[in-house]
């Protein structure tokens, strides 16, 4: 456990590529957002999870206090999301990912909170693939929280989480600064179909 570090996992998504509820799908013999819990746990003092109202969780059980909250704005998207989870959040910083990211890797959780308190950002944000990844991120929920909130109120925005941090203080580590953390960048493969969830059950020893 690292102080000063909490998680948000959003589990409420409509999962409509998945064709079912992604938070309670099995990967052997395990809900997908157990996983979750189970990889981002040894990196943070507290889990928040936000789920859609009415969602109902999988039984769930962690070394860190779990802490469900119901979407404050259901329906907008990850964008809403995370600006719940930071209403939520205790600590310094929060990291941020979605509940079908099974293969996240604690210590790029602790890399990116390591960068954010050295340079002092609002948003550590990777950049992978070609393009950033803000649900595998970590985020200042002080300085976050009501930028996020004013673009859920500015159609302009999108949507987008990307667009929502545009007037804060971001920094995007590439790749190479990323392996000694993560070698095979398994934390950025997303069970988002259930043809994703086979190839990355695969991929498990």
């Not at 395990?30 to 928040?48: G, N, S, T």
Request: charged letters at 20%; aromatic letters at 4%; hydrophobic letters at 45%.
């Amino acid at each position: 456990m690292t102080a000063g570090i909490e998680a948000i996992i959003l589990a409420g998504g409509r999962s409509t590529r998945f064709g079912g509820d992604k938070a309670s799908a099995p990967l052997r013999g395990r809900p997908l957002l157990q996983w979750v819990v189970d990889a981002v746990a040894p990196a943070v003092e507290r889990i928040v999870i936000v789920h859609a109202p009415g969602q109902r969780l999988p039984d769930l059980r962690a070394p860190v206090p779990l802490t469900p909250v119901p979407d404050e704005t259901p329906g907008l998207g990850p964008l809403a999301g995370l600006a719940t989870g930071f209403a939520h959040t205790h600590a310094e910083l929060a990291f941020a990912c979605s509940c079908d990211a099974p293969l996240v890797s604690a210590a790029l959780v602790s890399l990116l909170a390591s960068i954010a308190r050295q340079t002092g950002a609002d948003v550590v944000r990777p950049f992978v693939g070609g393009f950033p990844q803000p649900l595998v991120a970590i985020y200042r929920p002080a300085t976050c929280l009501e930028p996020f909130r004013r673009a859920l109120r500015t159609p302009t925005t999108n949507l987008r989480i990307v667009a929502a941090c545009e007037e804060l203080r971001v920094i995007e580590p590439a790749e190479p600064m990323l392996l000694a953390a993560d070698p095979q960048l398994r934390s950025f493969l997303n069970a988002n179909t259930p043809e994703r969830l086979a190839e990355i059950e695969r991929l498990l020893p």
